[in-house]
Each structure stands twice: as structure tokens, then as C-alpha cells.
């Protein structure tokens, strides 16, 4: 198979770094005042009705890659029936603008006919709507099948949030294989008609620290169940205190050995997203518990690494944002940027950075599983469509680095800037380290 960045190059320009954004296209389910109520981001955010005004406001900042699904449970109200009225008007102007999708096919949920993720229907079904898709949309090259995937499976199946809201370690495990057998299927089923496909799977880049000594046994397993979406679709061999938990809970030798066989020729046209947050790491009770946050001990930097080094893939950040403060939001993006430069000059091939999203979400600051409508303020422009201070910085970021950070680079000799001022002058081609993976 040919690798990642002789991929790249056909469908991406060789100098598009990939700037990115994303409409935030959330559909959980959840339960409220007795009821199961769907929360699509979508329409928190207006997009629906202001889809056309979103997609300028992404060009007009230089963003030309942009994270977008066609709402999964919309688009395939019912078995073996698709409907693409919506998704025809925005991939089609999309393309217009010469704004490349990466297609989120599968957000936080699926559609009512399937139930939620412990349905052992979901994953040929998805890849059955996967296919439909990619032949609709024959020049769409850039796909993430299923977002957070552990995520997913954690609010879904072990925290009691979302979904099937069930609290075990049974339902996540049986969320998380069938996550990634859709995953994978939906790969395998894209290639089929059109082999220049790429695949970012966003992923939530974690650590788990343990709040005691008493704590270590309890930090090391969630240490490695984090690892478990990208382990899966990989096809990458787990721990074998992973593997443990995972026969333990339901996954058998067979399954199990099947995402070996089917992972691992993907990673060939695969680049490993990452999602990171200021609530990405936690703490760890002697009793399990891992839902208190300690803010940002490690960062982006020291989490990235750790996932690069277990993969070996081209990476790309793909969320991050600072919902709970507005002003806090530009030192945060500076932050990250310096953290993505630093990867890229010590030789991690990072491929794209994402600020998530476009516009103010709702109800994230509860996870979505309370009707508040509260809006956060975390988005380069709020829901009246004016800009926050941060998508000005952001588009200065875009404007002044895209002409130093061609793809097929490993390391660069780039610096990071308090003032973002001028970006340093561009190195005599011999001296960009060729990447290991060409």
C-alpha cells in the first residue's frame, strides 16, 4: 500500500498545512423530564437556517478545511433509505468555495431506527450509509467515520449520560467494538469507490493521573483504556492487562483478533486526529473514580507525544477551544499553536490544527444532558454571526504561518512568536528533514 504522505500529496495541495475549523454537529440522545429528547447541534446553532452565512465566515477567515457531517440520523431516517436534500446544498457549495470537507459521518449518535451503540446491527449499517455517501459525493477525499469514539462510548455506555445511558463496563466495551467494526467497515467500504480516501479519526487525547498511591492500579487501566479506540481500528496489539479487560467484558478472542486483521492495513491511509481540552485530564480515585478534572497538567505537547509514539502516524489536531471563558480564548489558541509548532519542529509530522468551531456552542458546559440553552462562548463567531477577538487571531495565525508548513516536512526550522508577528523566513529546501513515512 502506498504510504500516508504520497496519499496526501493527490488530494491535498503540497503546501496546504490544514487550518481547520468545524461546525459542531453533535446529535446524542438524552433523557429529559421523562422523555428522550435528540440535542443536534445543528440547530443550537442556527446552522440549519444560516448554513450558507457559516460556510463564508469559514473562507473569509482562510480556513479551507472544514470538519462537517451531513447529521447521520437525518440523512438515514430508516433502513436502506437516505436522504441527501440538505447535505446536496452543503457539500455542493462547499466544493463552490474550495472548502475541503473532512466528513464527520457519525457524531455522538445514530439514527432512532437503531437504537444507540449496543445495537450489533450499527456497524454494517453505517458502513452500508459510509458507502452511500462516498458515492454520492465521489470528490469528497477527507473522512472521520466516527468522532471520539472513546468519548462516545464513556457518556454512552459507562458514565449513563447519552445514548443507551448505561453505567458498565460491559456496555462500553460493547460501544467501543462496535464503534470501531463500523469504523472499520466504513473505511473498507469507502476505499471500494474512491482509493485516494484519507482518514482523520478524531480522538480524545487523555491521561489519567492517579490522586493517590492508593490510586496507581486504578490510573494505569484507565491509561490504557484510553488508548482503546485508536488500539481497535489500528489494529494496534493492546496491554495485556487491556486484553484482559476486554475478554473479561465481552469481546472475544475472535473479535478481537479481527480488528488486527482489518486495522492494520488502514493505517496506510490514516492520520491520527487528536482533540484536546483544558478537561482532557484527570484524576483517579483508589475506588476508580475518574471524574474530577485537574485541568491542564501535562498539555497537548506531552499527550501528543505519548499517542505519536504508540502509532507512528501523521497527527493533526483536530479540536480544541476554551469554552468556559471568552477571554481567556485567544492565550489559548496562541497556546496550542506554540504546542503544534514545537511538535512539528521536533519532528512529529503534524499535519493540521482545528479550532472547534465555528460558531458558540450551546449546552456544552453540562455535556448536553441538560436544556439550558446556555450558550458558550467558544467559537471564532458567536450565534448573531460577529466575530470573536480569538477568529481575528486565529486568521493572523492562517495569513502568516500556511507558506511555512508545507505537509510533506517531518520538522522545520519554524519559531514561535509571543506577537505573532512576521514568521521567520522559510529554510533552503535541502535543510527540511525528509518525513520516515514517505
Not at 25 to 38: A, M
Amino acid at each position: 500500500m502506498p504510504s500516508n504522505f504520497a496519499l496526501i500529496r493527490a488530494p491535498l495541495h503540497d503546501q496546504d498545512f490544514m487550518f481547520a475549523t468545524g461546525c459542531e454537529c453533535s446529535y446524542p440522545t438524552i433523557e429529559w423530564e421523562g422523555k428522550t429528547v435528540r440535542r443536534d447541534g445543528f440547530d443550537l446553532s442556527k446552522h440549519y437556517q444560516y448554513w450558507q452565512e457559516d460556510f463564508r465566515l469559514v473562507r473569509e477567515t482562510g480556513i479551507n478545511f472544514l470538519r462537517y457531517g451531513p447529521q447521520y440520523y437525518r440523512a438515514n431516517p430508516r433502513r436502506g433509505h437516505y436522504d441527501w436534500d440538505f447535505a446536496d446544498e452543503c457539500f455542493n457549495r462547499l466544493r463552490e468555495l474550495k472548502i475541503h470537507p473532512i466528513a464527520d459521518l457519525c457524531h455522538f449518535g445514530v439514527p432512532d431506527w437503531l437504537e444507540n451503540f449496543q445495537n450489533p446491527e450499527f456497524p454494517e449499517q453505517f458502513a452500508n450509509f459510509a458507502a452511500a455517501f462516498a458515492r454520492r459525493f465521489p470528490w469528497v477525499m477527507l473522512y472521520t467515520p466516527v468522532n471520539e469514539i472513546f468519548i462516545c462510548a464513556m457518556f454512552s455506555a459507562h458514565r449513563g449520560m447519552w445514548n443507551e445511558r448505561l453505567k458498565s463496563d460491559r456496555a462500553f466495551v460493547t460501544a467501543i467494538k462496535h464503534m470501531c467494526k463500523a469504523t472499520i467497515l466504513a473505511e473498507e467500504a469507502i476505499l471500494k469507490l474512491q482509493p485516494m480516501a484519507l482518514f482523520i479519526q478524531s480522538e480524545s487525547t487523555s491521561y489519567f493521573h492517579q490522586a493517590s498511591p492508593a490510586a496507581h492500579r486504578q490510573a494505569y487501566l484507565y491509561n490504557q483504556k484510553r488508548f482503546l479506540a485508536l488500539d481497535l481500528i489500528y489494529g494496534h496489539d493492546v496491554s495485556g492487562l487491556a486484553y484482559e479487560y476486554l475478554r473479561e467484558h465481552g469481546m472475544t478472542r475472535d473479535e478481537y483478533h479481527w480488528f488486527l486483521e482489518h486495522g492494520r492495513p488502514l493505517t496506510a491511509y490514516s492520520i491520527m486526529g487528536n482533540d484536546y481540552y483544558g478537561t482532557n485530564e484527570y484524576f483517579v480515585t483508589p475506588g476508580g473514580d475518574a471524574s474530577e478534572q485537574t485541568g491542564e497538567v501535562f498539555g497537548y505537547y506531552v499527550i501528543t507525544h505519548q499517542y505519536y509514539d504508540r502509532y507512528n502516524l501523521p497527527v493533526m489536531h483536530t479540536e480544541t477551544n476554551k469554552r468556559d471563558n471568552e477571554n481567556e480564548a485567544e492565550k489559548w489558541l496562541k497556546k496550542e499553536w506554540r504546542n503544534v509548532v514545537k511538535l512539528k519542529q521536533d519532528g512529529v509530522p503534524i499535519l493540521g490544527f482545528t479550532w472547534y468551531s465555528v460558531i458558540d456552542q450551546t449546552d456544552w458546559d453540562t455535556a448536553l444532558t441538560q436544556i439550558n440553552y446556555r450558550t458558550n462562548p467558544c467559537g471564532l463567531f458567536n450565534k448573531e454571526r460577529q466575530p470573536h477577538p480569538v477568529q481575528r487571531t486565529y486568521a493572523r495565525i492562517i495569513q502568516q504561518w500556511r507558506p511555512n508548513l508545507p505537509l510533506n516536512a517531518m520538522s522545520r526550522n519554524v519559531e514561535s512568536r509571543d506577537d505573532l508577528g512576521e514568521p521567520p523566513p522559510a529554510p533552503h529546501p535541502h535543510t527540511a528533514s525528509k518525513s520516515a513515512r514517505s
